[in-house]
């Protein structure tokens, strides 16, 4: 389950969550009620550090096999593909905007 509506209590597409991810949209309006929906304090944070973890894994790999450029390259859009599909599952939305910290 995604991205659940704290409003209507209905779900958001896995589709539609990876957009929002990729779009970098904080605010997210529920495609059910028109609800406007923020990721929660909590979720924010999870995604900051699962964005910081898959850029370290990244610089570890690239530094320690020494990537060439181009195969670095496309592993860069792998980890952010892979990110992006993996971060809509950590972010729980609210009603109220929170802020970050
Ligand atoms: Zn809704």
Redesign the pocket.
């Known amino acids: 389950m995604v991205m659940t ?1 704290e ?2 209590r ?1 779900s958001l597409k896995f589709g539609q969550a990876v957009m929002h991810t990729f779009l970098l949209h904080s605010t997210k309006v ?1 495609p ?2 028109g ?1 406007r929906q923020y990721p929660t304090r909590k979720s924010q944070q999870r995604s900051i550090m699962l964005s910081l973890t898959a850029f370290l894994f990244f610089l570890f790999i690239v530094e320690a096999f020494e990537v060439r450029l181009v195969y670095s390259l496309i592993f860069a859009g792998f980890i952010l593909f892979v990110t992006a599909v993996i971060n809509p599952l950590f972010i729980q939305l609210s009603n109220e905007e929170e802020s970050m910290w």
């Open positions: 509506c409003n209507c209905c529920c059910n009620c609800a």
